[in-house]
């Protein structure tokens, strides 16, 4: 079984900064690639930054120049890095991780995983 667990969300007010971190945890042999998604009220899930293995990046538009994707591999750790953060950054904000090869019950398996989600609240 593999587990995502996020932390690092909170009240902060605007032009402050936060640091995400999402480890994953089980018996892992390799991440393929590892990302921030977010989910403001009344709108859709989405994507905020990714990162591959190794690490190429891509972002949103809304966050390019702000936020820093990063991983480390040996610890199975996303971290979102988030400044000059905005109320219309208040959201709702998951780590996924994607093709996760893990062994468990004498078998190996690979799959996608999402985090239980923290909340970011700027205010203005």
């Known amino acids: 079984q593999v587990q995502l667990v996020e932390s690092g969300g909170g009240l902060v007010q605007a032009v402050g900064s936060l640091r995400l971190s999402c480890a994953a945890s089980?018996?892992?042999?390799?991440?393929?690639?590892m990302g921030w998604y977010r989910q403001a009220p009344g709108k859709q899930r989405e994507l905020v930054a990714h990162?591959?293995?190794?690490?190429?990046?891509n972002y949103a538009d809304s966050v390019k120049g702000r936020f820093t994707i990063s991983r480390d591999n040996a610890k199975n750790t996303v971290y979102l890095q988030m400044n000059s953060l905005k109320p219309e950054d208040t959201a709702v904000y998951y780590c996924?991780?994607?093709?996760?090869?893990?062994?468990?019950?004498?078998?190996?398996?690979?799959?996608?995983?999402w985090g239980q989600g923290t909340q970011v609240t700027v205010s203005s």
């Open positions: 089980g018996m892992i042999f390799t991440i393929n690639a």
């Open positions: 990162i591959a293995n190794p690490g190429s990046t």
């Open positions: 996924k991780a994607d093709g996760v090869t893990y062994y468990s019950g004498s078998q190996w398996y690979t799959g996608d995983y």
